[in-house]
């Protein structure tokens, strides 16, 4: 059945993170409350790796480097030389504009109409003899409708 397995693995990815959600609670409410010292070994590692991102992410205070500014006329004329650089420099026949056919695809080829001719050898129709002739049913018409009528109860 089509997508069961998907099902399966999201619901166990939303199971996982609902877990690992409620061990971040219980940790955050340890550290209010002051119980670090019932805390395994796994939550005492997760909090050093806290402590430590807070610390790197101090060090690296987004107020202390400055902000780049720009030209934007600047920038926009450096992008148009090098682009026309770029198409002055490109030899012709690479990359996109490759016209050489692939020794790996298959090559499309036209063929005119005007080559076709058609033989002058003579075409056998089976059963031809007989197209041209109208048949006619040996049953008469009228017979069988009498019969009809009398099988539905009729005069």
Do not use: C, Y
């Amino acid at each position: 059945m089509p997508g069961v397995a998907d099902a399966i693995r999201k619901t166990n990815l939303q199971q996982d993170q609902q877990k690992r959600k409620q061990e971040m609670d219980q940790l955050l409410k340890m550290v209010r409350e002051g119980r670090l010292h019932e805390a395994d070994e796994r939550q005492l590692e997760m909090l050093k790796l806290a402590l430590d991102l807070n610390t790197l992410l101090d060090r690296k205070n987004p107020e202390s480097s400055p902000v780049p500014t720009f030209d934007a006329a600047v920038l926009t004329a450096a992008i148009k030389d090098a682009v026309n650089a770029a198409i002055q420099n490109a030899p012709i026949g690479d990359g996109v504009f490759n016209s050489a056919a692939g020794g790996a695809r298959p090559e499309m080829k036209h063929t005119s109409l005007t080559d076709f001719a058609q033989t002058t050898d003579d075409v056998a129709v089976s059963h031809g003899d007989e197209l041209g002739e109208t048949k006619t049913g040996t049953d008469d018409s009228a017979n069988k409708l009498e019969r009809l009528k009398k099988l539905k109860g009729g005069s």
